[in-house]
């Protein structure tokens, strides 16, 4: 169990009393709306990337009336980052579902995988529970949120469902920042990093700015390149954002690959000095 604040109340208040009523209206959480009264709601939850208290209300108010939640987790990694974005938000452990998540390449191990899933949420949803699917940051950007979604609906053809939308990790970053994302016309490129420092050079200099997700081992070739172009002053990098080991850096110039590494790690590349206003 974890507590804090407002929020830890609201969830005491549904664990005693039933769901609490906030000012969040029915139509907002689908209850009542379009669901069928077989099947219970199925929310998708994107719970920010990391900071305690990125989560918007209504899914706060959607997490207390869920009977059961997926809480997903990358295989290896003991605890659920999803699970730590909701630090001071009280759940009881027998609602959680610890999925571990397989991210195999190959794509048939990977459709069992969601077949698989999808078959017990299914289950569920027909027994009448309402059940909460978490992802880190938002829900439908590059997440796997998309997959499941869209296995239980071809299972369940008019599933009652909401998708709630979460702070991405790029937002956090830039707001950790201090940064801009992007003024006036300046044009925006959000892209999961390529394999070739040429690809990413082509990519930053057809844009202002671009946002580099799933940097992974690239870091350094990455590093090397925002030098070469003479811009690691202008550009900002985020690792764990308010998670253990976040690492928030304005210019990259001196930033070493080997110790910044991680998955959870997103650049902020800029290509020209911000314009006077
Ligand atoms: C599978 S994607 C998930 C994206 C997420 N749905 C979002 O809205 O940001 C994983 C990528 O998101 C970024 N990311 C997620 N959480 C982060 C964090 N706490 N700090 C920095 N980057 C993060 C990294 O670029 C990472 O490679």
């Not at 604040?5 to 005693?16: I, K, R, V, W």
């Not at 759940?91 to 999925?99: E, G, M, N």
């Not at 027909?126 to 998309?146: E, H, P």
């Not at 003479?230 to 930033?255: Q, S, T």
Request: one cysteine or more; a negative charge.
């Amino acid at each position: 169990m974890i507590s804090s604040g407002a929020s830890a109340a609201l969830m005491d208040a549904a664990n005693e009393d039933g769901p609490v009523s906030t000012s969040v209206p029915a139509s907002v959480l689908g209850v009542g709306v379009d669901a069928p009264a077989t099947l219970g709601m199925f929310w998708g939850i994107g719970v920010g990337p990391g900071p305690a208290g990125y989560l918007p209300l209504a899914a706060l108010d959607a997490l207390a009336r869920a009977d059961i939640i997926y809480a997903p987790r990358a295989r290896g990694v003991d605890a659920s980052v999803a699970l730590r974005c909701l630090d001071g938000i009280e759940i009881a452990a027998h609602k959680l579902r610890d999925i571990e998540f397989n991210m195999d390449p190959d794509r048939s191990v990977l459709s069992a995988h969601y077949a698989q899933l999808a078959d017990s949420i299914a289950d569920e949803l027909k027994a009448g529970c309402n059940v909460a699917y978490l992802t880190i940051g938002d829900s439908l950007t590059y997440s796997t949120y998309g997959y499941v979604l869209a296995a239980l609906r071809a299972r369940l053809p008019g599933l009652p469902q909401r998708t709630f939308p979460g702070i991405t990790s790029y937002a956090a970053a830039a707001s950790a920042l201090s940064w801009p994302l992007g003024e006036g016309k300046e044009r925006v490129l959000i892209l999961p990093c390529p394999e070739t420092s040429e690809e990413l050079r082509r990519e930053i200099e057809t844009h202002d700015i671009v946002v580099l997700m799933k940097i992974g081992p690239r870091l350094d070739w990455v590093l090397a390149l925002l030098r070469v172009m003479e811009i690691d002053h202008l550009c900002a990098f985020a690792r764990r954002i308010g998670l253990p080991g976040e690492l928030l850096c304005d210019g990259v110039g001196d930033m070493v690959a080997e110790q910044a590494m991680g998955y959870l790690a997103t650049m902020l590349v800029r290509r020209h000095p911000r314009k006077e206003r």
